[in-house]
């Protein structure tokens, strides 16, 4: 099956510094992507949505200038997290939507201290 | 507005047994689900998808049914092996919501050895 990969998995940095995910679809080609974020014990929370060529679309709550999100090609997405403070520590997850499926990245851990 | 909600958090089951997890959408324009597994710290990974214009699919010990009149969705493992403890996401999408699909909020399901 087709398949997204993150980078980093983990990541740790301290408060105050910004950090950049990757999110690469690597057999398909992904006009959309999507970034999650995962509290522990909670559900996803879709964060926002990421159209190549276009500005993303953040869901309500969430900061836009603090999540950076940039859709610079077909198979690329990333997210900055600006400014980091101990509270971004969570699981970030992204996606990639298939026709008829959508894809998990195997997301990545960042812990702020 | 939870679109898509798994009442149940968790779920435990005896090794063997049918373990039968349930989502339910409010959306009728809702025409295509998915059910995702989520072990800790990974991405989820698809595991069946049905689409409207049927009301089963089966693949292996994995058994998804839809009944659209009810807007309900479960999935049924038979038997359950302990490697199937994990999270459980439902997702749904179609009609006006483009290419975002919109998760449940998992239901952990634990298979006792």
């Known amino acids: 099956g087709a398949v997204v990969s993150q980078h980093p998995s983990w990541v740790i940095c301290k408060s105050g510094t910004s950090v950049k995910i990757e999110c690469r679809s690597l057999d398909f080609q992904a006009t959309t992507m999507f970034w999650y974020r995962q509290f522990p014990k909670q559900s996803l929370m879709l964060m926002a949505t990421?159209?190549?060529?276009?500005?993303?679309?953040?869901e309500q709550g969430v900061e836009k200038d603090k999540f950076l999100i940039n859709h610079a090609s077909l198979t690329l997405s990333t997210l900055t997290v600006t400014s980091a403070h101990p509270e971004d520590s969570s699981f970030y997850i992204c996606?990639?939507?298939?026709?008829?499926?959508?894809?998990f990245g195997p997301g990545t851990r960042l812990t702020v201290t | 507005d939870q679109q898509v909600k798994q009442n149940s958090p968790s779920l435990s089951v005896q090794e063997g047994r049918i373990s039968i997890l349930n989502c339910d959408y409010t959306?009728?324009?809702?025409?295509?689900f998915l059910w995702y597994k989520k072990y800790p710290a990974e991405g989820p990974t698809f595991l069946i998808s049905?689409?409207?214009?049927?009301d089963k699919n089966e693949d292996g010990r994995f058994t998804v049914f839809l009944n659209k009149s009810a807007k309900h969705l479960s999935l049924h493992i038979v038997p359950s092996q302990p490697g199937d403890s994990a999270v459980y996401f439902c997702a749904a999408s179609g009609g006006d919501t483009g290419n975002q699909f919109y998760f449940g909020t998992g239901t952990s399901l634990t298979v006792i050895p």
């Open positions: 990421s159209n190549e060529g276009s500005k993303a679309t953040y």
């Open positions: 049905i689409s409207s214009i049927k």
């Open positions: 959306n009728s324009m809702f025409d295509y």
């Open positions: 996606s990639a939507r298939a026709p008829y499926e959508q894809y």
